[in-house]
């Protein structure tokens, strides 16, 4: 409990889920709550991503220490905080979870949390209908530099994409809690 602080990362799984919030186990045996707010529901089982907004103690009467309480987001802003736009179009990201922000004619568009980047996922790309608020984890298919668009692929490929090389700029606050990564230890 006591490694856990606003700003930290934990992979958990979803552990119930109304739609308004959500209860997600972590390492430690401990559990943390996400309120939704519109972010889409999620479903039991799912391995998800999350971001540490804040820990707390409930007071219980008569004893020492109270139940720990830890609130959670899956916001993308915070789960992918290092990832930039430069490390999309290098390549070193060939992964990301994003929230459906809108859907088109085409397919959909996809808050990936990456500062001067928006998500595409075109429809025939994707491997189920999705909702607005809706979680989805993409494989990185291109990047337009200049406009920050960002092609995504949310199809069978996804678990497979691995990211980082062995190429010059790569750098620690790329990785994110849940990617895969190519490297040697």
Do not use: M
Not at 26 to 34: K, S
Not at 81 to 89: K, N, S, T
Not at 124 to 135: M, N, V
Request: glycine residues 12%; positive net charge; hydrophobic residues 45%.
């Amino acid at each position: 409990f006591a490694s856990y602080h606003a700003e930290t990362s934990a992979l958990g799984v979803v552990r119930s889920a109304t739609a308004k919030h959500a209860l997600v186990s972590l390492p430690g045996n401990l559990v943390g709550h996400v309120a939704l707010n519109g972010a889409g529901a999620l479903d039991v089982g799912a391995v998800v991503a999350c971001s540490v907004l804040s820990t707390s103690r409930a007071e219980a009467p008569g004893k020492k220490r109270g139940a720990k309480r830890v609130e959670l987001s899956v916001d993308p802003r915070g789960v992918q905080r290092g990832v930039r736009l430069e490390d999309l179009a290098a390549g070193r990201v060939a992964t990301v979870g994003g929230i459906v922000a809108s859907k088109e004619a085409r397919g959909y568009v996809v808050d990936l949390g990456v500062s001067g980047a928006t998500g595409f996922l075109n429809a025939k790309h994707c491997a189920e209908a999705l909702e607005r608020g809706a979680a989805v984890a993409a494989r990185v298919r291109s990047v337009d530099a200049e406009t920050g668009v960002v092609a995504l692929a949310a199809d069978d490929r996804v678990a497979a994409a691995s990211n980082g090389d062995a190429g010059d700029g790569w750098t620690f606050r790329a990785l994110c809690v849940g990617q895969r990564a190519r490297c040697v230890v």
